[in-house]
């Protein structure tokens, strides 16, 4: 039996779409067959992390509070993505956000309007992400340097840095003894919109920024340049180095705000653990996603709908939420796997070639 | 004299997917011939090739070595029957001896008979003609020792049947003629040899009798004697071609560009250019001949602002530009296009289609922070008619056209930005006769129109045709600068290989 793999020329749109649902749906059914092998109705509990992401209210209220950092992380990784330039430092680069919100907030005056306080949390938080991008980008464009390794690195000093300031500098006289920050006043928490934070909302205005900045600015197409062909961007006159620093500035800033909007509406505080994997889950949708915003908006909503149906099982059904870990990871398994069936087929020949000899 | 046949290959078909690369193709090679496979790029010459040399396997048809039915199911069995095949880019380990490459990979005891290999090399380069020195290492030799090396690599292992993929193609004219001495000696000795080439010339010279492939096919067998060029190309093309490019010369020239002894070091340290100086003016095709990686490519991007360079000046229309980024370039106004020598991986985005890469030049000039499409657009139809090049639409990316195609597009872009100094680097490299041609046809528009030329080719043939002037480059220093009217072949030869002009007056 010989299989060859042959490489297609060029794919019909509607072939394409048709390979990329049967990837999602075989990912279904090959996820509901491992859970048939663990003893468990797959109807069941698919029927469950629906309803427990989308069945009530409240429900859908933790899928969106879930899906905002994801959406917004996502977005600032597709911006360093598109250039190639590896940014795994997403989590670090939110809690060093968080610790930037969190620094106005405790050091501005707590009578200060409410708009004007989250107003410069929102600045600060973004300033500190970007700096944190800062780094590795300006030694990328200056030195050449590793970026992966480089903002990989740097998620653990971030979160050091807040176990630090929280153990000591910040921890919270008032807090009997325990390592914390001290909560935020009213003033520096994010006010609701149809019940959930504003976050939303900022999420849905950065989705437009950086579609229109990636598709249709100058500096986008520079990044698209930069990142298929740094020879082709020598050529074409753009200045690499400003590139990098300016597009990991914005990659690093948007996971920022994600600290911001964590630290403020969820904590009301800074922990250590704010950034909670987001930083590498958004790793994922930014991929399947293709790189593209609006896409990635969809790709976010069902990753967070896994997320919280995955939490909602493991309470009404008493099965681990890794099962949602699980799919998670069946889907993006199969649907980076299709990525090979569009650009190849397999050919069986039907009959053997004739052998001479 | 009766000879045997020593291949035989018959209906081999091998499909890459939707495309046959070979299809029916019939070759017989007899010993004691040179065979002469000839055909346009993506003809389907290296891929029949390299299933004689077991590299792929074919989909259909059989193969006779010796009269003896064969199947390949690895480079090594080819190599067990004789077979050697020596490829356009050599493989050898350049910090080893001639020696040591020679018996890489070959079955040795423990200790190597240091005497007895020697005595082996010397007998081979006896016999052949083959002029090599044992102890010299890789780094150390020229392109044409190399490819000796490469023959003696094959010739060791006891080939009879040797493929030369392009073997002239990094040669100068006098590396030529002693490589095809080494050819005629191997023919004595009763070896089969196929050439794959695309030089029409050479096959005249050398070979005794030429199968023509076409798209895949083989168009037929000819003895060599009974052919010319035209009825050759009639075959490659499948139609009759006008190869002649049409020289005038033009009045009224104004110097544009002019190089004051420009010296560019490599990361090494060495000198990749040494004390050029040129001059081109409008109206003219200065051409640039030199052995491959001599100089060219640090000489264009030089030019164009890509390339540091540690001393001298560059003149545009008498202003100092040593030193400008192409950004400064561009913001400045000057006038310059460039056709760099890897077109996917400097000159165009692969992945972007026609319109996005006719913004690459155009954007930086724009008003504001939004990128304006709408002028591009229609540049990018205004440029895909003009120059009629084979798009599905403008929105296709560019890594999906031909080859020639693709270079269309780049043409046409540094074209429609009117300049004043077009600097192509092997602007028809891998494109085919008529893609070829028509780019000849685009440069000498461009020159007719005013623009001063800088052409940078490796055929001899086609810069003495095209250019009014040729600069040779021999390791990064001007060797010399002729007039193609009262030259020479061999003369531009000898200046590639580093003998300078200049007692005999022929320097301008």
Not at chain 1, 199 to 214: D, E, K, N
Not at chain 1, 296 to 305: D, E, G, R, Y
Not at chain 2, 201 to 226: F, H, P, Q, W, Y
Not at chain 2, 428 to 447: C, M, T
Request: hydrophobic share 45%; net charge positive; aromatic share 6%.
């Amino acid at each position: 039996m010989n299989v060859k793999i042959i490489k297609r020329k060029d794919i019909p749109k509607h072939k394409e779409v048709i390979i990329r649902i049967m990837a999602v749906l075989l990912s279904i059914v090959f996820a509901g067959v491992i859970l048939l092998a663990f003893g468990l109705n797959p109807l069941k509990i698919f029927g469950a992390i629906i309803d427990g992401s989308a069945g009530s209210e409240i429900r859908i209220k933790q899928t969106v509070l879930r899906a905002v950092p994801l959406l917004i992380t996502s977005l600032g990784i597709i911006v360093a993505f598109k250039m190639k330039f590896w940014n795994i430092g997403a989590e670090g680069q939110i809690t060093m956000g968080a610790l930037g919100a969190t620094w106005v907030a405790l050091n501005l005056p707590e009578g200060l309007p409410a708009p004007f306080m989250l107003g410069s949390m929102m600045l600060g938080g973004f300033i500190c992400g970007a700096i944190w991008a800062f780094i590795p980008a300006i030694f990328k464009a200056k030195m050449g340097t590793n970026e992966t390794i480089f903002t990989l690195m740097m998620n653990y000093i971030a979160i050091k840095f807040v176990t630090y300031l929280q153990y000591g500098p910040w921890r919270d006289p008032g807090a009997q003894g325990f390592p914390k920050i001290a909560k935020f006043t009213e003033n520096a928490i994010l006010p609701s919109v149809l019940g959930v934070n504003i976050g939303w909302i900022i999420a849905l205005i950065c989705v437009a920024i950086i579609y229109v900045f990636m598709t249709r600015t100058k500096k986008g197409y520079e990044i698209a340049v930069v990142g298929e062909s740094v020879q082709t961007a020598r050529y074409a006159g753009i200045n690499i180095s400003r590139v990098i620093v300016i597009a990991m500035l914005i990659s690093g800033g948007l996971c920022g705000i994600v600290g911001f909007i964590q630290a403020s509406a969820i904590e009301k505080t800074l922990i250590a653990g704010i950034a909670g994997g987001y930083g590498f889950t958004a790793i994922i949708t930014a991929w399947l996603s293709r790189l593209n915003a609006i896409t990635c908006l969809f790709v976010c909503i069902a990753f967070a709908m896994l997320i919280q149906g995955g939490s909602y099982i493991q309470v009404s059904l008493g099965v681990s939420s890794a099962i949602s870990g699980l799919v998670q990871g069946v889907i993006l398994f199969f649907v980076l796997g299709s990525e090979f069936f569009l650009q190849y087929r397999l050919e069986f020949p039907k009959k053997p070639v004739k052998e001479v000899a | 004299m009766e000879q045997n046949l020593a291949i035989e290959m018959r209906n081999i078909t091998k499909a890459f997917g939707e495309i046959k690369a070979n299809e029916d193709i019939n070759l017989d090679v007899l010993e004691g011939e040179v065979h002469a496979l000839l055909g346009e790029n993506g003809a389907g010459k290296t891929t029949l090739m390299n299933m004689l040399s077991g590299i792929y396997k074919p989909d259909g048809g059989s193969i006779f070595i010796n009269g003896e039915p064969v199947i390949f199911s690895s480079p090594a069995d080819s190599i067990k029957m004789g077979i050697g095949m020596i490829h356009q880019h050599f493989k050898l380990v350049d910090v080893m001896t001639a020696k040591e490459n020679i018996i890489l990979g070959q079955p040795t005891k423990f200790f190597i008979n240091k005497k007895e290999l020697s005595r082996k090399v010397k007998d081979l380069s006896d016999r052949y003609g083959l002029d090599i020195d044992p102890d010299k290492k890789v780094y150390e030799m020229s392109v044409g020792e190399k490819q000796t090396l490469e023959i003696m690599k094959v010739l060791y292992r006891g080939a009879k049947i040797l493929i030369l993929d392009e073997p002239t193609a990094v040669l100068t004219p006098q590396e030529i003629k002693r490589f095809f001495k080494v050819i005629n000696n191997m023919k004595e000795q009763g070896c089969a040899i196929v050439i794959i080439t695309h030089k029409l010339n050479e096959v005249m010279e050398i070979s005794d009798r030429v199968t023509v492939l076409r798209k895949g096919k083989s168009i037929g067998t000819a003895i060599t004697k009974e052919v010319d060029i035209p009825k050759l190309i009639e075959m490659m093309v499948g139609q009759k071609v006008d190869l002649s490019i049409k020289k005038e010369k033009l009045k009224g020239q104004t110097p544009l560009l002019a190089l004051d002894q420009i010296t560019v070091k490599t990361g090494d340290g060495k000198n990749a250019l040494d004390d050029v100086s040129l001059t081109l003016a409008s109206h003219e095709i200065l051409g640039i001949a030199g052995v491959a990686n001599s100089g060219q490519k640090e000489l264009c991007e030089a030019i164009a602002g890509l390339t540091k360079t540690s001393k001298g000046r560059i003149f545009f229309e008498g202003e100092n530009i040593v030193g400008k980024s192409p950004r400064d370039i561009i913001r400045l106004g000057i006038r310059m296009g460039f056709i760099p020598e890897d077109r996917l991986g400097m000159g165009l985005v692969g992945s972007m289609d026609i319109v996005h890469n006719i913004v690459l030049k155009d954007y930086q000039n724009q008003p504001g922070i939004m990128l304006r499409r709408g002028p591009c657009v229609t540049k990018a139809e205004k440029i895909v008619k003009k120059l009629d090049i084979q798009t599905p639409s403008i929105y296709t990316p560019v890594k999906k056209l031909s080859g020639g195609n693709i270079q269309k597009v780049l043409l046409g872009r540094e074209i429609d930005s009117n300049p004043k100094v077009l600097i192509t680097a092997y602007p028809v490299r891998g494109l085919d006769i008529g893609s070829s041609y028509k780019i000849y046809d685009l440069l000498n528009e461009q020159k007719a129109a005013g623009v001063g030329v800088l052409f940078v080719g490796e055929d001899l043939d086609v810069l003495m045709e095209l250019c009014d002037r040729i600069l040779v480059l021999c390791h990064g220093e001007v060797t010399g600068t002729v007039d193609p009217n009262e030259t020479t072949k061999e003369e531009i030869g000898l200046l590639m290989t580093g003998r300078k002009t200049g007692e005999e007056g022929e320097t301008a």
